[in-house]
């Protein structure tokens, strides 16, 4: 497993931009503008671990520790807590991560139905996102049948 990177929701990207990149010195490396979805990604990267670039894998810059600034269009007040997102980590087969989980008794909120993602809650509640290392792994079952579990 490899951490990727750590999701949080903005109300104003400007005013986050300036925040990340002019004081903290962050670099933007990725931006996804999202229309059906009416979001934008915006992912940042310290200039050191910039320097350390190696390429790209899943379209995410491989290796590279994040933070993923997610700015939804439509107009939302985040209280405490929701404006953090999640955890990111990259994992090697995405069916045998979920099913060891599982059998440690933690619930997978949402299965890897499409054999890329799944989300699974810390127990202190913070979601936690797996992802498939490469292409989606093929879809099988039983995931692919799984409903999603509560939040994530």
Known sequence: MRYLHTMVRVSDID???KFYCDGLGLRELRRVENKAGRFTLVFLAAQQDVDQYKGTEQGLVAGLPMIELTYNWDSQEYGDGRNFGHLAFQVDDIYQAC???SKQGITINRPPRDGRMAFV???DGISVE???KGEPLP????WA????IGDW
């Open 15 to 17: 005013a986050s931009l």
């Open 99 to 101: 099913e060891h989980l």
């Open 121 to 123: 809650r810390s127990p």
């Open 130 to 132: 797996l992802l498939q």
């Open 139 to 142: 879809v099988k079952a039983p």
């Open 145 to 148: 049948e799984m409903q999603n």
